[in-house]
């Protein structure tokens, strides 16, 4: 194809930032000089490739690659432009491509206010060339620190700095600054939180909601407006992922709250996104209608932190999670398999399971039992509460603080003896590493004796940390009758323990050992049942 016969690439480009600027930068204004000097120059077979809405420094858009894939099957002739930020603001992309592809491709580059032109490598302009392209990256810079500050001061102020709203949420049609409820889509996510509050998994949430039919957020949102945002598939409409569900339920915007700055951009030329360290995020409460209820979030918390997994038979307890040993404050290991029985399924202490009887002991309940129990319980502990409800709070009110001080006490007894522990294993460490160091114990016998302390001290470390958030917590905490009340008013009728009315009422569970009674020859066993916001019951 003679150069006569090639396309002349009239390439427009306007960002969102470059609308600030007014008339000068509109893409119709853009278009009306390029064919304006088109015509006066004697350049035909004119074709227009535009990009609105796309920043300079990104040059993954549409019509910038459309006309790149053109000049590199030779259709293009001649590239014209407003001016060098026109075609980008990276100095270096833009530089590669003035000085390096479009000649090695017998293209012609004209930036008509900078007075580019490649034709003539020795004007004024083309000298300029490269200065103009840092002054236009600067200006991108500078910019977007500008932008970075404003987001900062509203998201300061608790305004929402999110473009499109949640799943679940849409821009209040008399205030676009607020959000509200979405008729169409809160019902669902309403739906989601209480399936995983009666105990169901992401997983199956998943399937239920392709086969009742019901968008993915990307395909509603595709469906509404229009929009093609990341992850949609049009030929999968009803495929929820997994990662999608787990997502909303960490997601505070279904409380009620705004999570402002929770998430950077690399930097202005990677897009890319980074979660920021959460002293960085602002957290505003209150500034929306919620759809889910606190009560059910802390139900659904309860759940995915316990983790339930299932047994290779399919079982999952309700328990698991919750269950602790009396004595050394494990957690309580499921016992089961196509082996045992389902009546014989039971929990033994997570302790005695990893470390033997010298540690501690097995602290066994049999499943079945301990539901029969923990839901009589249940029943008469919210009886109380709802038939006698003045004389509830009263024994609460009196009985909660002795209590609460009790359970700080012990919790910051284990977290010294915790600590005591880490220093000593810490300090045997540093020796066994000396003693290695200076020729006094071989590699391999370092390897074995420092095996058992380093898993130790990893363990120590986590039951540290999960330690000090439970005693911060607790030195806040007081007994709330009146809260407890009202989730007694939810459930009138309790006929079974489902997922949701154990994580509702119950906080925890602590077993103690069997004892032998001597005379009789029978054994008993202690049960401490801590119900949400009341603590024990006795």
């Not at 299932?310 to 398999?337: E, M, N, P, Q």
């Amino acid at each position: 194809m003679s150069n006569t016969n090639k396309i002349t690439a009239l390439y427009c480009r306007l960002s969102h930032e470059d609308e600030l600027a007014g008339e000068s930068n509109s893409i119709s204004n853009q278009k009306d000089i390029l064919k304006k000097y088109a015509e006066e120059h004697g350049f035909f077979n004119t074709q227009y490739y535009i990009d609105d809405g796309y920043s300079g420094v990104d040059f993954e858009r549409p019509d910038f690659k459309r006309m790149i894939d053109d000049v590199d099957n030779g259709r293009i002739g001649v590239i014209i432009t407003k001016d060098l930020s026109r075609l980008g603001r990276n100095h270096l992309h833009v530089g590669l491509y003035t000085e390096e592809y479009f000649p090695k491709n017998n293209v012609r580059y004209i930036a008509i206010n900078d007075n580019v032109d490649t034709a003539n490598p020795n004007s004024s302009g083309t000298d300029m060339a490269a200065f103009y392209n840092i002054f236009n990256e600067f200006h991108v810079k500078e910019t977007s620190k500008k932008i970075r500050a404003t987001w900062r001061i509203k998201a300061q102020r608790g305004e929402r700095v999110a473009s499109r709203p949640a799943y679940g949420y849409m821009k209040d049609p008399d205030n676009p600054k607020q959000i509200i409820p979405n008729p169409e889509t809160a019902p669902v996510v309403k739906r989601i939180f209480q399936m995983c509050a009666e105990g169901m998994g992401p997983s199956y949430i998943a399937r239920v909601l392709e086969n009742d039919k019901i968008y993915t957020p990307t395909m509603y949102e595709y469906k509404r407006t229009g929009t093609r945002l990341t992850g949609l598939n049009e030929e999968l409409p009803y495929s929820w992922s997994v990662r999608t569900i787990t997502d909303m339920f960490e997601n505070v915007i279904y409380l009620g709250h705004t999570l402002n700055l929770k998430t950077e951009n690399i930097s202005y030329k990677d897009h890319r996104k980074r979660i920021r360290p959460k002293e960085q995020q602002v957290m505003i409460e209150n500034t929306h209608e919620a759809i889910v209820s606190q009560e059910t979030w802390d139900i659904v918390h309860k759940l995915r932190d316990g983790k339930r997994r299932r047994t290779k038979s399919g079982y999952k307890s309700i328990f698991a999670g919750i269950l602790f040993c009396a004595d050394c404050k494990s957690k309580l290991y499921f016992v089961s398999g196509d082996s045992i029985k389902t009546e014989q399924f039971h929990f033994i202490c997570g302790k005695y399971r990893k470390k033997g009887r010298d540690n501690c002991s097995i602290h066994s309940i049999n499943e079945k039992v301990l539901y029969e129990i923990v839901l009589e319980e249940i029943r008469r502990v919210t009886e109380f509460a709802r038939e006698r409800t003045e004389d509830f709070a009263e024994y609460i009110n009196k009985n909660s603080e002795t209590q609460l001080k009790k359970e700080l006490k012990d919790k910051q007894k284990l977290l010294d003896k915790h600590k005591k522990r880490l220093t000593e294993v810490s300090t045997i460490f540093r020796k066994l590493y000396e003693d290695n160091a200076l020729g006094r114990i071989t590699d391999e016998q370092f390897q074995m004796l420092s095996q058992g302390y380093v898993e130790e001290k990893k363990q120590l470390e986590t039951d540290i940390s999960e330690l000090e958030t439970i005693v911060a917590e607790m030195k806040t905490k007081s007994g709330s009758s009146k809260t407890f009340i009202e989730l007694v008013k939810r459930f009138t009728d309790i006929q079974e323990l489902t997922p949701e009315i154990l994580h509702t009422f119950i906080s925890k569970i602590e077993i103690h050992e069997k004892v032998k009674d001597e005379t009789t020859g029978k054994k008993t066993q202690d049960i401490d049942i801590f119900f949400t916001h009341v603590g024990k019951m006795s």
